[in-house]
């Protein structure tokens, strides 16, 4: 095998994307070979993800690879994190995967907080409460289903064993479900029992940069794909963007990061996870990272809005670079909705949504186009700035540089508007960082990189980081 290719496979809640990454002349250089659109759909009275269409579409892309004259390949898979597929003894899956937006876990999180205090599971697993965490997805889950499940993949997990047979349970994923137990490094027996669920369920953790295996045989009659061996990344999609983040200085502790795509998560990389009172009442989360590191850090609603907003406005015929402009028409802070409100996961129509939510709070209603857009990137650069005040506040340091990533890295004006409202400097960019994360736990596992510290060097060097000065 060809050590020197590189795939990432990067599936977010609303996009897919193959990436061809190689370093040339000491710098990263991407491809785009492949990119699909991903989206839940109603079946069987869920929202569901088409997970067998996510499939379909890597194989396409790495078809695609073959075709660009690349015969052998590594290959890493990201996801969004928390949903997961129950799979049968013989392998089938039981079912398309609920996607976590699903109006199954209402009021599922209370219920079962009322057995297992909120307290102690924040104390066992350090994770923020979020309605939908697979904690309360299982909690929620069709009892028979479950008794017919031999397994539980997380959705990387799941593509991985499909392409290559083999199972496993990537930690920095299965962090996110707030299962796991900080101090014992395991799925908590507790919170398995209050599920009745046996730990058998799982297969066993592994770190990011283990080897999972080549591409089964079987696949190679259906497609013309090339040689490839399959790495198990961070592959939590924002674990791969912190680890595609390209601070220059990562020791110091002068630094926060927004992963900016569907969600905002909002954080810094620490050594050590804050599972104190005032993390837990602030609601923040530490999910784990690569290398050790824990990803300290606070979800925030994010592009969803905009996402939601651009697909119902107009039948979706504006795209989001036409959204940011008209967004500059009126003044900002004019409406201000709480973007971290649940009212906003999955409302009918989110157009209405925002609109209520300013009527009920007496403010100006957004009508255009424009005006929604300003009132979410306002509301979205306020909690940014709320949120970094927490986070200097609940670890004692002083943050002056912000950088910004991912595909929302691109919206210029809400990049400035964080900066002046929060008194920072932004970085922007790269929007591709959790595909890049994905490809350089790649290379440092083959040893092409030598360390995290020095990928993200490279990073920097690679990409076109824009800066952004608070301004008065
Ligand atoms: C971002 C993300 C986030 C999770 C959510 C389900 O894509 O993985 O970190 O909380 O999706």
Not at 323 to 345: H, K
Request: aromatic share 10%.
């Amino acid at each position: 095998i060809d050590y020197k290719n590189y795939i990432a496979i990067d599936i977010g809640a609303s996009s897919g994307r193959l990436i061809y990454g190689y370093l040339k002349s000491g710098k990263l250089q991407l491809e785009e070979i492949h990119r699909f659109k991903n989206g839940f759909h109603q079946i069987n009275h869920h929202d569901r993800w088409d997970i067998d269409f996510l499939i379909r579409e890597i194989f396409i892309g790495l078809e695609k690879v073959k075709e660009r004259g690349v015969d052998e390949c590594r290959i890493g898979i990201d996801t969004w994190g928390i949903d997961y597929v129950l799979i049968r003894k013989n392998g089938e899956k039981i079912a398309d995967p609920i996607s976590y937006r699903d109006k199954r876990t209402n009021n599922k999180m209370q219920e079962f907080c009322s057995k297992v205090s909120k307290e102690k599971i924040y104390e066992k697993t350090g994770i923020q409460f979020l309605d939908f965490n697979t904690l309360y997805q299982l909690y929620a889950e069709d009892k028979e289903t479950l008794a017919k499940a031999d397994k539980l993949l997380f959705i990387p997990d799941y593509i991985g064993y499909i392409l290559t047979g083999r199972q496993v349970t990537e930690v920095t994923n299965a962090s996110t479900t707030q299962m796991l137990n900080l101090r014992k490094e395991l799925f908590d027996s507790e919170l398995l029992e209050a599920l009745h669920i046996k730990p058998e369920l799982f297969n066993p953790l592994v770190d990011p940069g283990t080897v999972l295996g080549e591409i089964c045989e079987k696949w190679y009659d259906q497609y013309d794909l090339p040689k490839a061996e399959v790495i198990t990344v961070a592959t939590h999609d924002t674990a791969s963007a912190v680890s595609g983040t390209p601070v220059l200085n990562s020791d110091k502790d002068n630094w926060a990061y927004i992963s900016s795509g569907t969600w905002s998560l909002i954080g810094r990389e620490l050594k050590t996870p804050i599972n104190t009172k005032e993390a837990y009442e602030s609601n923040f989360t530490n999910e784990w990272g690569a290398y050790g590191t824990y990803r300290f850090l606070k979800n925030i609603m994010g592009m969803w809005m905009i996402q939601e907003v651009q697909r119902l406005f107009e039948n979706g015929k504006n795209t989001y670079s036409q959204i940011a402009t008209l967004s500059q028409d009126t003044p900002f802070y004019n409406s201000i909705v709480d973007v971290r409100d649940i009212r906003f996961t999955n409302p009918p129509n989110m157009i209405e949504e925002v609109q209520n939510a300013c009527r009920e709070t007496n403010q100006p209603i957004p009508e255009t186009l424009g005006e929604l857009a300003n009132c979410i990137y306002s509301s979205l650069a306020i909690s940014y700035k709320e949120e970094l005040k927490n986070l200097e506040k609940l670890c004692g340091v002083a943050i002056d540089e912000l950088y910004i990533v991912g595909g929302g890295s691109n919206v210029e004006v809400l990049n400035q508007l964080t900066a002046n409202l929060a008194r920072v400097k932004v970085y922007a960019g790269p929007s591709e960082a959790t595909a890049i994360g994905n490809l350089i736990v790649q290379m440092i596992a083959y040893k092409d990189i030598a360390s995290i510290k020095e990928a993200r060097k490279i990073i920097y060097q690679s990409f076109e980081i824009k800066e952004y000065q608070p301004q008065v």
